[in-house]
């Protein structure tokens, strides 16, 4: 049962446009992640949030921003998306050792 | 840098066989692996995990098998099946907030 919900499912769009991507743990967890997936299935971490504070943030480019009203979501704005942001972006929570994510959000720029 | 390495990029067996993936790892700091399977469309999910004090995990079908001192980490599935087939990635979890994730195995399993 999924308990990490990503919107959209998709999202296609042209270089040089804005997208935001939307998640939601209903887990009561305390810690998120975003991970990108790139076409061969490579997992990297992105950003990791504690009750809603940036703590993680891996050399991504300055047009990824993630947001956090609180500890249950955490979004994510890409500001000019270019053709290298296509990819899977994973939204992930953890509890303990155990990490949960949702089904992904797939990124097409053309 | 941290790093978390995996064996073979794919593999195929035929469904019966048993399927051993491989894993390594440089950071002696990492005390905590699981290993994630994942199919088409979905996230990785959660299939079986390890602390550094085990040299051994079993939960049915699925082993890992750890040798601390050569930081060294193999899945086996024994009596593969193709609904077994997906990618499987190991991992390390560095206690900072921070999962590192293997680039994974593409394991098919032929009826």
């Known amino acids: 049962e999924t308990a990490v919900f990503q919107t959209p499912n998709y999202h296609v769009t042209q270089v040089g446009n804005e997208v935001s991507f939307n998640c939601k743990q209903t887990?009561?967890?305390?810690?998120m992640y975003w991970y990108k997936q790139d076409s061969k299935k490579l997992l990297k971490i992105m950003f990791s949030?504690?009750?809603?504070?940036?703590?993680v943030n891996e050399t991504v480019p300055r047009r990824f921003s993630p947001q956090s009203s609180d500890k249950a979501h955490l979004n994510l704005r890409i500001k000019s998306v270019e053709p290298e942001d296509s990819a899977v972006y994973l939204c992930?929570?953890?509890?303990?050792?155990?990490?949960?994510f949702g089904k992904g959000t797939r990124l097409t720029v053309v | 840098q941290q790093q978390v390495r995996q064996s073979p990029q794919s593999l195929t067996v035929w469904e019966g066989e048993t399927a051993i993936l491989n894993c390594s790892y440089e950071?002696?700091?990492?005390?905590?692996f699981p290993w994630y399977q994942q199919f088409p469309g979905e996230g990785p999910a959660l299939l079986i995990s390890?602390?550094?004090?085990?040299d051994k995990k079993e939960d049915g079908r699925f082993t890992i098998f750890f040798n601390k001192r050569e930081k060294k980490l193999s899945l086996h599935i024994t009596d593969s099946q193709p609904g077994d087939s997906a990618t499987y990635f190991c991992?390390?979890?560095?206690?900072?907030?921070?999962?590192?994730f293997g680039k994974g195995t593409h394991l098919h399993v032929l009826p």
């Open positions: 949030y504690n009750n809603k504070q940036l703590i």
């Open positions: 390890i602390s550094s004090v085990s």
């Open positions: 992930a929570s953890k509890a303990n050792t155990e990490v949960f």
């Open positions: 887990l009561g967890h305390d810690t």
């Open positions: 991992a390390a979890d560095t206690n900072a907030y921070k999962v590192i």
């Open positions: 950071d002696s700091t990492f005390n905590y």
